[in-house]
C-alpha cells in the first residue's frame, strides 16, 4: 500500500471500543481526558453515525467516510494515540480498516446484558423500530448481524437484549481477528474501573508501545468514582417489565440467536 493512499493514521496508535452503549463509554473518555500525548474522545466528529446507517446496506459507505473524513480528522488531533471511545466504530468500520492494513487496538467495554437492554428500552432506543434505534444500533435486518426468526413480533425489550447478544458475538470475532494481525484487545467495565488497579492497567494498555509517554498516573480517585452519563431526564418510557419477565424473554432470544457461518 502507497504511504499517499491515505490509508493511514499518520504514525499515531488507533484504539476504538467495542461496546453496546450505555455500558460508559462516556466514563471511558473521562478517565483518560488531559493524559499526555493522548486524544482520546467520545463521539468526535466526524461522528460514525454520519455513516452508520447507510453502511449497513452497502460497505464502501464506511470505506469512504474513513478515507474521506475520519482517517484525515484523526491525523489532524495532537498528540501520538488516538482513543474514541464510541460504541458505533465496532458497526461497520473495523473491517475496513483492517482491509486496509490498519489494526486498531481494541478496549471491549461490557456490562451486563439485562441492564444495558433495560435502559435502551427506557430511552426508546430499540434496533430495528424506533427513530433513535435505526440511527445508533444495529438492526436484526442489517445484512452482517445474527438472525433472529421472528424479529418483527419481539417485545420491545428483547430487541434491545437480542443488540447486546450481537455486540458480544462481534467482540468475540474480533479478538479473533486481531489475535491473527498482531493486534490487542482488553476487556474492562465501568466497575473494574472503579478500582485503581484496572483503571491502570487500562492506562498501560493504551499506552502499549508508547511507554516512555505514559505519565505517572495522574488520575485521582474523585474522577475514578465519579459518575458520569446517567441521563435520569432523557427517559421516555416507564418500565413496565418485571425482573421475571426480563429473565423469560432473555432467555427465548438466547435460544432463537443465529450465528452466521
Excluded at 52 to 61: E, I
Excluded at 232 to 239: L, M, V, Y
Aim: with cysteine; charged share 25%.
Amino acid at each position: 500500500m502507497r504511504a499517499d493512499s491515505g490509508w493511514s493514521t499518520g504514525g499515531k496508535r488507533l484504539v476504538l471500543t467495542v461496546t453496546t452503549g450505555r455500558s460508559g463509554t462516556n466514563y471511558l473518555r473521562h478517565l483518560l481526558k488531559d493524559l499526555p500525548d493522548l486524544c482520546c474522545v467520545h463521539e468526535a466528529p466526524p461522528d460514525f453515525v454520519e455513516a452508520m446507517r447507510d453502511a449497513q446496506a452497502d460497505p464502501a459507505v464506511a470505506e469512504t467516510f474513513l478515507l474521506d473524513r475520519k482517517l484525515p480528522a484523526i491525523r489532524d488531533q495532537p498528540g501520538r494515540i488516538y482513543f474514541e471511545t464510541s460504541h458505533l466504530a465496532c458497526k461497520g468500520f473495523i473491517e475496513p480498516l483492517l482491509s486496509h492494513g490498519i489494526v486498531p487496538d481494541l478496549v471491549i467495554l461490557e456490562r451486563d446484558k439485562i441492564k444495558v437492554a433495560t435502559s435502551l428500552y427506557l430511552l426508546d432506543t430499540i434496533p430495528g423500530r424506533s427513530a433513535f434505534g435505526l440511527r445508533y444500533l444495529l438492526s436484526p435486518d442489517d445484512p452482517a448481524v445474527a438472525p433472529i426468526d421472528g424479529w418483527r413480533t419481539l417485545h420491545d425489550w428483547a430487541l434491545c437484549y437480542w443488540y447486546c447478544l450481537e455486540i458480544e458475538r462481534r467482540a468475540e470475532l474480533y479478538k479473533t481477528a486481531l489475535d491473527g494481525l498482531g493486534g490487542r484487545t482488553f476487556t474492562t467495565s465501568v466497575e473494574a474501573l472503579k478500582q485503581d488497579g484496572a483503571t491502570r492497567a487500562l492506562v498501560r494498555f493504551v499506552y502499549r508501545g508508547y511507554e516512555q509517554l505514559m505519565p505517572g498516573f495522574p488520575i485521582s480517585p474523585d474522577r475514578i468514582q465519579q459518575v458520569v452519563n446517567e441521563r435520569p431526564g432523557r427517559k421516555r418510557k416507564a418500565f413496565d417489565l418485571s425482573p421475571e419477565a426480563t429473565i423469560e424473554m432473555a432467555r427465548a432470544v438466547e435460544a432463537a440467536f443465529g450465528v452466521i457461518q
